[in-house]
């Protein structure tokens, strides 16, 4: 029985075991980074400062803090209001969140592809889910 594999290695072919060690040592990197992102927290803060949504670097809600006094929780619009300061403040976070994990992601990512990403070859091959 002949090996299917055998030719891949040598001279101008692949080498099985090379290839797998860099897939274990990135995919070490990737863990790695997802850790640090799950560990930093960054904030949101609007209205200025009334209300502060905190996030992990990987998205995950962590807090929201309201400033006493500014807010009216016996009115209906005061409490609409407020919805909307969370849900900016919450965007504001998640912009963050997202560029902390683009720049802790990115080259990780792009290492992934190959260079198969989106014309121009800085966009990794897919888009990370946080």
């Keep these: 029985m002949t090996n299917p594999l055998e030719g891949l290695g040598g001279e101008g072919g692949f080498d099985l075991n090379a290839i797998m060690q860099q897939a274990q040592a990135l995919q070490s ?9 799950a560990e930093t927290i960054v904030d949101g803060t609007v209205a200025g400062g009334a209300v502060t949504v905190k996030l992990t ?5 962590v807090g929201v803090e309201i400033k ?8 209906p ?6 919805g909307a300061v969370i849900v900016a403040a919450y965007r504001e976070a998640k912009g963050k969140a997202d560029a ?4 802790a992601m ?3 990512a792009g290492g992934l592809g190959g260079g198969m990403g989106a014309p ?7 888009k990370l889910g946080f």
């Excluded at 902390?100 to 720049?103: C, N, Q």
Aim: a negative charge; charged letters at 30%.
């Design 57 to 61: 670097g990987t998205g995950e809600l």
């Design 106 to 108: 990115g080259p990780l």
């Design 68 to 75: 006493q006094g500014e807010f009216d929780g016996s009115s």
């Design 100 to 103: 902390l994990a683009g720049e």
């Design 29 to 37: 990197q990737i863990v790695d980074a997802q850790e640090k992102l």
């Design 120 to 126: 121009g070859g800085n966009e990794p091959p897919f």
């Design 77 to 82: 619009d005061d409490l609409e209001d407020l």
